[in-house]
Nanobody
Framework: QLRLVESGGGLVQPGGSLRLSCTAS????????IAWFRQATGKEREGLSC????????IYADSVKGRFTMSRDGGKNMEYLEMSNLKPEDTAVYYC?????????????????????WGQGTQVTVSS
């Protein structure tokens, strides 16, 4: 069974940092395009960042560019989202997603329609 599990969320003060982890089971993450999305209460889901299966192509949304960084540990079959300079508006449930669609081979984008595996999400709250 293919599964993604996020961890690392929590409460952090404005300006602080967190690292979210995404663990895959049942498949090898580095063979898939991976992305992070978030959804705040009462708001639409937002694509934050993605990386292609080869790791050569990545995208960051303007809202997180320069503050969030994706990384991969192929040996552990894990992806990470390093978040710094967090702001109250970053408060949301964060999702790790993967795409097995052929059209996403060595590509990625921030459209949730293009990802068919989703984790359960982890809550990030930025508040003083």
């Amino acid at each position: 069974q293919l599964r993604l599990v996020e961890s690392g969320g929590g409460l952090v003060q404005p300006g602080g940092s967190l690292r979210l982890s995404c663990t895959a089971s049942g498949f090898t993450l580095r063979h898939y395009s991976i992305a992070w999305f978030r959804q705040a209460t009462g708001k639409e889901r937002e694509g934050l960042s993605c990386i292609s299966s080869s790791g050569e192509f990545s995208i960051y949304a303007d809202s997180v560019k320069g503050r969030f960084t994706m990384s991969r540990d192929g040996g552990k079959n894990m992806e990470y989202l390093e978040m710094s300079n967090l702001k109250p508006e970053d408060t949301a449930v964060y999702y790790c997603v993967a795409s097995s669609y052929r059209k996403m081979d060595n590509l990625c984008d921030l459209s949730d329609d293009n990802y068919n595996y989703w984790g359960q999400g982890t809550q990030v709250t930025v508040s003083s």
